[in-house]
């Protein structure tokens, strides 16, 4: 299963014995896999069919699922109510020889409200199992043409992923390479620090000042944290060209990133690294935000 993204829509249409029925699924950004069902009287067996298969097919969304029947032509059955005919039969009797009227025709009787009821066919036991059969097989078509929305959005978000981290890779060498990390400018840019302090004049300890610049060059080293990101870059790269759901890690990653970035710019002594610094926090969150519509 190759990286997807958590939007999608589906619709599928069908018809089978003069029904027909509409599925349409939409899929959001979630933490968790939250399915929601909408299912008309009649089909709530679908339900446990239906939640396995999106939890096979998908791993993470909040997707919505609703299903519309309607009869596909007109045809209905009319049925008497045998209880209110009998009621009015009875009613007839029982007044005839107190109203000189004359029996009520058919006709006059069927129109009695409650007497003749119109309604959809009623469906045989084999009939409502082919019905059901059809439906689910309607689902299953519309969550495959889901996933694969999912999965041409995740391909295009891949894309705009790879070219992000790869960008950082090409800071964190930029950070690495930056004179200003060389022993020697350090030592220099220290040196000069040392020389101010001892030149106004203050009571300090020339050999104190010089273990203080070498405890400073030492935090001030960023190799530590150059070497994690980039083994964060090569773990992103990775899982993006991966088959496996990748959003939860990436999100931890971007994290990583962020962390690492901001160790660098606290660290930094020079303007450089510091301006390197800042365009990669601006990259990183631009990162963490394309994944967050990431399975």
């Known amino acids: 299963m190759a990286i997807q993204s958590m939007t999608g829509f589906s619709r599928h249409e069908g018809e089978v014995d003069g029904f027909r029925f509409v599925w349409e699924l939409r899929s959001v950004n979630g933490k968790n896999l939250d399915v929601r ?15 396995k298969a999106v939890a096979a097919a998908l791993s993470r969304g909040n997707l919505q699922v609703s299903l519309s029947v309607s009869a596909a032509s007109a045809a209905v059955e ?16 029982r007044l005839e020889d107190r109203i000189d009227a004359r029996k009520p025709a058919l006709d006059g009787i069927l129109n009695i409200k409650g007497v003749l009821e119109f309604r959809d066919p009623q469906l045989s036991a ?14 299953m078509s519309a969550l495959g043409e889901l996933k694969s929305m999912r999965l041409s959005e995740g391909a295009a978000l891949a894309k705009v992923l790879g070219l992000q981290v790869r960008r950082i890779g090409e800071l964190t060498l930029a950070v690495e390479a930056d004179p200003s990390r060389s022993p020697e400018a350090i030592r220099l840019r ?4 040392v020389a101010s302090l001892m030149d106004t004049g203050a009571s300090l300890d020339r050999d104190r000042l010089h273990m203080e610049a070498a405890l400073l060059a030492t935090k001030a080293d960023l190799r530590e944290e150059i070497d994690r990101l980039k083994a964060h870059v090569d773990a992103a790269q990775a899982l993006i060209s991966g088959e496996a759901a990748a959003g939860r890690r990436l999100d931890f990653l971007a994290q990583e990133f962020n962390r690492e970035t901001n160790t660098i710019c606290s660290k930094s002594n020079a303007a450089p690294v510091t301006a390197i610094g800042l365009d990669l926090k601006v990259l990183i969150d631009q990162f963490r935000e394309q994944v967050q519509n990431l399975e």
């Open 190 to 193: 220290l040196a000069e620090q």
């Open 78 to 93: 009319a049925v008497v109510n045998e209880a209110a005919l009998d009621a009015v039969i009875e009613l007839v009797n």
């Open 126 to 139: 084999e009939a409502r199992e082919t019905r059901s059969k059809a439906v689910l097989a309607g689902f």
């Open 37 to 51: 069902l909408r299912l008309p009287q009649g089909f709530e067996a679908l339900e446990q069919p239906i939640r």
